[in-house]
């Protein structure tokens, strides 16, 4: 990918920035989190489950990146390009995780994954889960999946794009499981991740594989509602 450095949010845009002698400036969040250990909890997760969480390697794109999609601020524009950036660079990494042959994708909510997917592996098959979970109770409930009938036997890339709860995730979990697929064949890829959410999926299934950009007690919950631009 050619690296695209976008301006601050309320900096001028670059003839402006030109004109008056301000170069163009990277910029990174730092999450205040409810928690103050929030830190050491990631870094015990990452201890008790070991390879079973696993971060891209952090750099100053992705830095900025996770920035601008935390920032509410942020525009819709800015939003979704940086979002779509994202979520290449975590598909590209999932599809480095399978062997080399076809495998099939569940998207369980929304869809703004796939498009990511598919720009990076064009003949890829692809199954959809539809699961709402409760405002109040947090509980989900399965309403539509569909998949390739050979699932059972293939290596599967379940994607959603924030993981807070982990309850949606868990559920999708079970629906495959149900389909005859083995925990131990799917990757679970994420841009965001709370560590509640992450020890919630592997303590139900120890043998799943999560990919994620970023663990951290405050997750970017407005994504959906700013990305499909319901906000």
Not at 42 to 64: K, S, T, Y
């Given at each position: 990918?050619?690296?695209?450095?976008?301006?601050?949010?309320?900096?001028?845009?670059?003839?402006?920035?030109?004109?008056?002698?301000?170069?163009?400036?990277?910029?990174?969040s730092?999450?205040?989190?409810?928690?103050?250990?929030?830190?050491?909890?990631?870094?015990?997760?990452?201890?008790?489950?070991?390879?079973?969480?696993?971060?891209?390697?952090?750099?100053?794109?992705?830095?900025?990146?996770?920035?601008?999609?935390?920032?509410?601020?942020?525009?819709?524009?800015?939003?979704?390009?940086?979002?779509?950036?994202?979520?290449?660079?975590?598909?590209?990494?999932g599809?480095?995780?399978?062997?080399?042959?076809?495998?099939?994708?569940?998207?369980?909510?929304?869809?703004?994954?796939?498009?990511?997917?598919?720009?990076?592996?064009?003949?890829?098959?692809?199954?959809?889960?539809?699961?709402?979970?409760?405002?109040?109770?947090?509980?989900?409930?399965?309403?539509?999946?569909?998949?390739?009938?050979?699932?059972?036997?293939?290596?599967?890339?379940?994607?959603?794009?924030?993981?807070?709860?982990?309850?949606?995730?868990?559920?999708?979990?079970?629906?495959?499981i149900?389909?005859?697929?083995?925990?131990?064949?799917?990757?679970?890829?994420?841009?965001?991740?709370?560590?509640?959410?992450?020890?919630?999926?592997?303590q139900?299934?120890?043998?799943?594989?999560?990919?994620?950009?970023?663990?951290?007690?405050?997750?970017?919950?407005?994504?959906?509602?700013?990305?499909?631009?319901?906000?």
């Amino acid at each position: 990918m050619a690296a695209i450095i976008m301006p601050c949010q309320n900096q001028p845009s670059a003839p402006d920035q030109a004109a008056a002698g301000h170069p163009r400036q990277l910029r990174f969040s730092e999450v205040e989190s409810p928690d103050s250990d929030g830190h050491e909890e990631v870094a015990a997760l990452q201890l008790q489950v070991g390879a079973r969480l696993r971060l891209l390697p952090i750099n100053d794109q992705i830095r900025e990146l996770q920035t601008i999609i935390r920032d509410r601020t942020t525009s819709r524009g800015d939003f979704v390009f940086s979002a779509d950036r994202l979520i290449r660079l975590v598909v590209e990494e999932g599809l480095n995780q399978l062997p080399y042959t076809e495998c099939t994708v569940t998207t369980p909510t929304g869809e703004a994954m796939e498009q990511g997917l598919r720009d990076c592996c064009r003949s890829i098959r692809i199954g959809k889960i539809l699961i709402q979970s409760d405002e109040e109770t947090q509980q989900a409930k399965v309403y539509y999946a569909k998949f390739p009938p050979d699932i059972y036997r293939r290596k599967v890339l379940l994607m959603y794009p924030i993981l807070s709860t982990g309850n949606t995730v868990i559920e999708a979990v079970k629906v495959l499981i149900e389909h005859g697929v083995q925990p131990s064949f799917i990757i679970l890829l994420s841009l965001f991740s709370t560590p509640h959410g992450a020890k919630s999926i592997i303590q139900e299934f120890p043998e799943i594989t999560i990919l994620t950009t970023e663990v951290h007690p405050v997750a970017p919950t407005h994504f959906g509602q700013k990305y499909f631009g319901t906000d």
